[in-house]
């Protein structure tokens, strides 16, 4: 009964030790997809989001009306924003990943330099893992942290 | 090998099927436990959306500073809200669920109508089905869709 008990219980731990080494895998990875998109966004380059996005991506930003569907429909989004984007200086608050194997969720609070003020975001990026086994956005939801309302 | 194309159709077909079935089955769930909530939120109530929250639930709004952690925190905020919130009528606007097994994204525009104009909403949820095949809430994301800034 010990025997059981104890072998239980170094499958449990191992498990456990899998799962959360896994998890931090998966969020290193994110992470790094995220900024590498964001590196180029900032540089007026929107071709990074843009080939990390999935066909069925949905998004929404504080610009437009209604959640914007797929992957035509937010290359024509940012078709004329290329080269407009000037950002010199970024501070990704606070990344956090909450992952399953095959769907990640990334949240972050975003400082963006480059303007007279900086610009404060709330963004949510959910990741799905795809066959050729690469992890692509299929949502997007950036926000102004405390938008001061007319 | 005609039977073998044929029965490589057949079983294809059918993953396919399953599949969607599936997905369609995890869509018409989610978006009755989300409304459900909500609508208990219309009357003032916040219970449906903390009961349906996970302990390591992650939320964005306009009025906070950054990303909320956990459920405590979540009903910390919640709290002065009770009996606050009295909204007559809702559209949930072209809902969508973008599922896997564990993991599923859900995204809508809100309309709710109540005070003076109508309050018009981005919504992401991210839903994580739990040991006890529960659905529940692991990141929330409210934003005004198209704010009029200062």
Same mark, same amino acid.
């Given at each position: 009964?010990? $025997?059981?008990?104890?072998? &239980? +219980?170094? =499958?449990? &731990?191992?498990?456990?030790?899998?799962? *959360?080494? !896994? %998890? @931090?895998?998966?969020?290193?990875?994110?992470?790094? +997809?995220?900024? @590498?998109?964001?590196? $180029? #966004? %900032?540089?007026?380059?929107?071709?990074?989001?843009?080939?990390?996005? @999935?066909?069925?991506?949905?998004?929404?930003?504080?610009?437009?009306? *209604?959640?914007?569907?797929?992957?035509?429909?937010?290359?024509?989004?940012? $078709?004329?924003?290329?080269?407009?984007? /000037?950002?010199?200086?970024?501070?990704?608050?606070?990344?956090?990943?909450? !992952?399953?194997?095959?769907? !990640? =969720? +990334?949240?972050? %609070?975003?400082?963006?330099?480059?303007?007279?003020?900086?610009?404060? #975001?709330?963004? &949510?990026? =959910?990741?799905? +893992?795809?066959?050729? %086994?690469? #992890?692509?956005?299929? *949502?997007? /939801? #950036?926000?102004?942290? &405390?938008?001061?309302?007319?």
């Amino acid at each position: 009964m010990k $025997k059981i008990t104890l072998l &239980t +219980l170094l =499958v449990m &731990t191992a498990t456990a030790s899998f799962s *959360q080494s !896994a %998890n @931090a895998e998966i969020s290193a990875t994110i992470v790094a +997809l995220e900024k @590498a998109a964001l590196e $180029k #966004w %900032n540089q007026g380059d929107p071709s990074g989001y843009i080939n990390l996005s @999935a066909p069925d991506v949905v998004y929404f930003d504080p610009f437009i009306p *209604q959640r914007l569907d797929g992957i035509e429909a937010l290359k024509e989004l940012y $078709k004329p924003l290329t080269g407009q984007i /000037h950002v010199s200086r970024y501070e990704m608050v606070n990344p956090k990943v909450q !992952a399953t194997s095959s769907m !990640a =969720v +990334l949240t972050f %609070n975003l400082v963006s330099f480059g303007g007279e003020t900086p610009q404060r #975001w709330n963004c &949510t990026e =959910v990741y799905r +893992l795809e066959k050729d %086994n690469q #992890w692509k956005i299929v *949502q997007t /939801h #950036w926000s102004f942290t &405390t938008p001061s309302l007319k």
